[in-house]
């Protein structure tokens, strides 16, 4: 009887069907839909099942869609302190990931502060299915979720601790599909927020942002003694805004010191992966939703440097 099913092989999605059976005039299929939004794999399902009823003897069909296992990691970004430049970092890391052909996704659990809606230019609101939220892709190939996504622009949170950890328990039980990597933007402080994502997801790694400047690494130090303490391995330490050409005299100068974090790193025998230039242009790009990452020039290849050397990091730890 499945030879009666021998119409469907001139199906466009034909090479997704994994298994078909014919009994009593029912047609039950078995279609891999790896990879597909929520939207297409509707797509995919009510276009197999038309095909099938037209079938002659065919007069029902049962379509059982699946998708194969995506081995996916998260990694944690955090700072300790505000004002790091956390959230830019983040933001053009994960375009740098997805130039590079990784399914990448970014959680924004900066709860009170939400910026990436605005730094990778995907403010309009998540679609939901089967009660998950469905992430936004962004341009640069980034499947984004932010609470900034799903409140009113410009208006405060007044949410005590539960309702921010269970907003944060949305984003992360979302349907992120075959992504295989997702960034999570944390919000400063070793907090509430924090602690839910640990308990929660059990990221594979964390990376912590800092400053040069004595404040920022008392902070960051922080910030590793809580993933330590969690059981997070520490990926590696970025040190930010370190150093400043001046557009009009090329001279260098350092505002927030030199060095700092990668001294702090090899105090806490946790790896240093680079530094990141203080700069005009990718602040002004990033903040008009147009990360410089997904470009060329200098500011590309420093985060194409640094996704490179976080992939390294977690190969590493996975053997």
């Not at 942002?209 to 520490?234: N, W």
Request: glycine share 10%; charged share 25%.
């Amino acid at each position: 009887m499945t030879d009666l099913l021998a119409p469907l092989d001139a199906h466009p999605e034909a090479d997704r069907i994994r298994a078909r059976v014919v009994k009593d005039a029912r047609a039950s299929l078995i279609v891999e839909a790896g990879g597909l939004s929520g939207e297409a794999r509707d797509a995919l399902e009510k276009s197999l099942r038309e095909a099938a009823l037209a079938i002659d003897g065919i007069d029902e069909v049962q379509v059982a869609l699946t998708a194969p296992r995506v081995q996916r990691k998260m990694v944690a970004i955090g700072s300790g302190k505000g004002g790091v430049g956390k959230s830019t970092l983040s933001a053009n890391l994960a375009v740098a990931l997805a130039k590079k052909g990784v399914r990448v996704g970014l959680i924004d659990a900066d709860i009170y502060g939400p910026s990436q809606p605005r730094l990778l230019d995907a403010q309009r609101k998540p679609e939901a299915r089967e009660k998950q939220l469905i992430p936004v892709t962004t341009r640069d190939g980034v499947k984004l979720l932010s609470v900034g996504q799903l409140v009113e622009a410009d208006k405060a949170l007044a949410w005590r601790g539960p309702m921010a950890t269970g907003a944060l328990t949305q984003l992360i039980e979302a349907d992120w599909g075959d992504t295989e990597l997702i960034l999570v933007d944390l919000p400063p402080g070793t907090g509430d927020v924090q602690l839910t994502l640990v308990q929660k997801a059990k990221p594979q790694g964390a990376l912590v942002v800092s400053t040069p400047q004595d404040l920022a690494l008392i902070d960051a130090t922080r910030a590793i003694d809580l993933f330590e303490k969690t059981g997070v391995p520490v990926l590696g330490v970025v040190e930010n805004m370190a150093g400043y050409t001046c557009p009009h005299c090329g001279k260098d100068s350092d505002p927030f010191g030199q060095g700092g974090a990668e001294a702090s790193a090899k105090r806490l025998r946790v790896p240093f992966l680079g530094r990141l230039p203080l700069s005009k242009s990718l602040r002004e790009a990033s903040d008009a939703g147009r990360p410089p990452a997904g470009g060329d020039g200098p500011a590309a290849d420093a985060f194409a440097t640094l996704a490179d050397a976080l992939v390294s990091q977690l190969e590493t730890i996975a053997h």
